[in-house]
């Protein structure tokens, strides 16, 4: 066999294991709306597969522990995924993923960016970046605000139950711009983050001198949003169904 043969032959097994692994990943993440079991055929359907395909690949899933068999033939979650998220869990640090996350977004916006989380009928400022400037907007990691004005604590209350107009057209909306509300000349921008199984974990804004930000609301937006999915998928949250 010559070099080239075998290159191409290496590169072709290559790309084939990583098709298997992303396949076998498919399959798995099929039960993440929280089915307990499935046919084979509602998994064939769940994930476009073949029933050979996902024969083949179930029995290796199997093997080490990720997917069960009930004693109707039904395919269930197995028992390696609860121990390996025994682990992650022991060893999840939600600071790890948040600050680097505030970080750029401050760097991106310019302004400061929080974490917000709601405490009773206040919120509390969780993590905290500066702006880099010197005109910014101040509030330090552990400062306690309201939930009634700002637009962190709008998201707060709304995604927390609160029944009214305006909480209801939050959630609907999926953020909440905030001009002057607690501070005349501040205004800030929000949006929810969520954690496993749909559950809202706290209120991701940037804040600033509504001087400043005024005109710029669409892509401090954008940058907020962007910044949240990005958060959520490396903590494996999601999002609810629109």
Not at 16 to 29: C, D, H, K, M, S
Not at 116 to 140: Q, S, T, W
Not at 154 to 167: E, N
Request: hydrophobic share 35%; net charge neutral; glycine share 10%.
């Amino acid at each position: 066999m010559t070099k080239e043969a075998s290159d191409e032959e290496s590169a072709g097994g290559k790309k084939q294991g990583v098709e298997a692994v992303e396949r076998a990943l498919t399959i798995l993440e099929a039960f993440a709306d929280g089915t307990p079991s499935l046919t084979l055929t509602e998994l064939s359907n769940r994930t476009g597969y073949y029933m050979s395909t996902l024969l083949r690949l179930s029995a290796s899933l199997e093997r080490f522990g990720y997917l069960n068999r009930n004693s109707h033939s039904q395919f269930q979650l197995g028992p390696t995924l609860l121990r390996l998220g025994l682990i992650y869990q022991g060893h999840f640090d939600l600071s790890v993923y948040i600050r680097p996350s505030l970080r750029k977004l401050a760097e991106r916006t310019q302004e400061s960016a929080a974490f917000y989380v709601k405490d009773g009928n206040r919120r509390i400022c969780l993590f905290r970046h500066h702006a880099p400037g010197m005109l910014r907007h101040h509030v330090e990691e552990g400062a306690i605000l309201p939930l009634d004005r700002g637009a962190g604590g709008r998201i707060l209350a709304a995604f927390s139950g609160k029944d009214d107009d305006l909480h209801d057209g939050v959630r609907a909306d999926g953020y909440y711009i905030s001009k002057g509300e607690r501070d005349p000349n501040v205004s800030s921008v929000s949006v929810p983050v969520f954690g496993e199984n749909h559950s809202f974990i706290g209120a991701l804004a940037v804040a600033g001198p509504s001087s400043r930000m005024e005109g710029d609301y669409e892509s401090i937006l954008l940058a907020v949003r962007e910044t949240a999915e990005d958060l959520e998928r490396k903590i494996g949250g999601r999002r609810p169904s629109a």
